[in-house]
């Protein structure tokens, strides 16, 4: 197993984890089975890439920004926070990926807890988080970080509060 060189922690994207970035995503992509026309694109100019995803955006119809879970010049996964819902509350106010090398060695659950964290300094009360029925281990996180279940949104997902 690598040992990371720092502890991981949210970051605005930036073409400083590119190699890690492309060849963590290829690798999900390839054990996910799915289409990567995406990534071929970031390949050919991954500063323009970066650029269309660093600060606050308009996604969903709401203000959000990505960041990207990385130590040192490894990239472990990326996070989306919703500064506010959607009116259909789809996604909920976080939405995050470790990609597969990464996986299942407690990235997850750190990551969300810094989210959680820059979402207080929000301002928001709380946050809701959607997880599909079958991901066992977002429900794990969820969890992990104090969710509470609230039920099922409109596209059969589970939510989840979690109190700031």
Not at 36 to 64: I, K, M, T
Request: one cysteine or more; glycine letters at 10%; charged letters at 25%.
């Amino acid at each position: 197993m690598i040992e990371l060189p720092e502890p991981p922690t949210l970051t605005e994207p930036s073409v400083r984890v590119q190699t890690s970035y492309l060849v963590g995503e290829q690798a999900d992509i390839r054990h996910r089975g799915v289409d990567a026309a995406w990534l071929r694109e970031a390949s050919r100019d991954f500063a323009r890439f970066v650029a269309e995803r660093a600060g606050v955006r308009q996604r969903w119809g709401v203000p959000s920004e990505l960041l990207w879970f990385t130590a040192g010049d490894y990239y472990i996964g990326s996070l989306v926070i919703r500064h506010r819902l959607s009116d259909d509350e789809g996604g909920g106010h976080i939405g995050y990926h470790v990609v597969y090398p990464w996986q299942r060695q407690g990235h997850a659950t750190r990551m969300l807890g810094q989210a959680l964290e820059r979402c207080a300094g929000l301002g928001l009360p709380r946050v809701l988080l959607t997880v599909a029925p079958d991901n066992e281990a977002s429900l794990k996180v969820v969890r992990r970080n104090g969710g509470v279940p609230d039920g099922l949104n409109h596209e059969g997902d589970l939510r989840w509060w979690i109190d700031l």
